[in-house]
């Protein structure tokens, strides 16, 4: 069936970019998002990105897909203390369903 | 404030009992999804409705049931809880895009604790 696939931590340092992977196994997936859960919180939409589309920024947030490999990828620049939090890929399949990554547990270090 | 509004915030009951999760949707969004998120584990998903008909079925118990109202608040039943029902139990409505994107808004949750 559909898989998606995240390491479950990543530890950088303030101020250094924060890179977090995620491979998927549905090729006919449309559309792939990045969700973010803060200690205590609902799942907050980061950003999504079409099939089509190799990149996307917004701000300090850039994506990149690699569709032939199925890996997406989500940078964060300049990383901040606030960004501490679980970074859940999902992938959308044929019928709008999303398929969710186990999340990725974001530390860092002072 | 997400717009997707979950009751109530936090639960403790005895095993065995039954208790009522309840959540309204942002307003316009006919799709209503219950996910289920355990300590240490990624988000489980159980079931959607979309505009009061069951739509998709995940990985929900036989004791747990859930409906979506006239009014599009939805309610997810837990009955005969056992103590590894202790979760948070996340509610998500949905808007497709012009684009085609499902993109699904989340609730703040319901934690519920088990005794």
């Known amino acids: 069936g559909e898989d998606v696939e995240q390491s479950l931590f990543l530890s950088v340092r303030e101020g250094d970019s924060s890179v977090i992977n995620c491979t998927y196994t549905?090729?006919?997936?449309?559309?792939l998002y990045w969700y973010k859960q803060e200690p205590g919180a609902g799942l907050q939409l980061l950003t999504y990105i079409f099939s089509n589309m190799d990149m996307k920024q917004d701000q300090r947030l850039t994506v990149l897909l690699n569709k032939k490999d199925k890996h997406l990828s989500l940078r964060i620049a300049d990383t901040q203390t606030g960004d501490s939090a679980i970074y859940f890929c999902?992938?959308?399949?044929?019928?709008?369903?999303?398929?969710w990554g186990a999340g990725t547990k974001l530390i860092i270090k002072p | 404030d997400s717009g997707v509004t979950q009751t109530p915030k936090h639960l403790i009951t005895a095993t065995g009992q039954r208790v009522t999760l309840r959540c309204s949707p942002r307003?316009?969004?006919?799709?209503v999804y219950w996910y289920q998120q355990s300590l240490d584990q990624g988000l489980q998903f159980l079931i959607q409705?979309?505009?009061?008909?069951?739509?998709a079925k995940g990985n929900i118990l036989e004791r747990f049931s859930a409906q979506q109202f006239p009014d599009l608040h939805s309610e997810l039943n837990l009955s005969s809880l056992e103590l590894g029902d202790s979760a948070l139990y996340f509610c998500?409505?949905?808007?497709?895009?012009?684009?085609?994107?499902?993109?699904?808004?989340f609730g703040a949750g319901s934690r519920l604790t088990v005794l």
């Open positions: 999902a992938e959308m399949d044929s019928n709008y369903q999303l398929i």
């Open positions: 549905d090729s006919s997936s449309t559309y």
């Open positions: 409705y979309y505009n009061g008909e069951e739509r």
């Open positions: 998500a409505s949905s808007v497709t895009t012009g684009s085609g994107a499902n993109v699904l808004t």
């Open positions: 307003s316009g969004d006919l799709s």
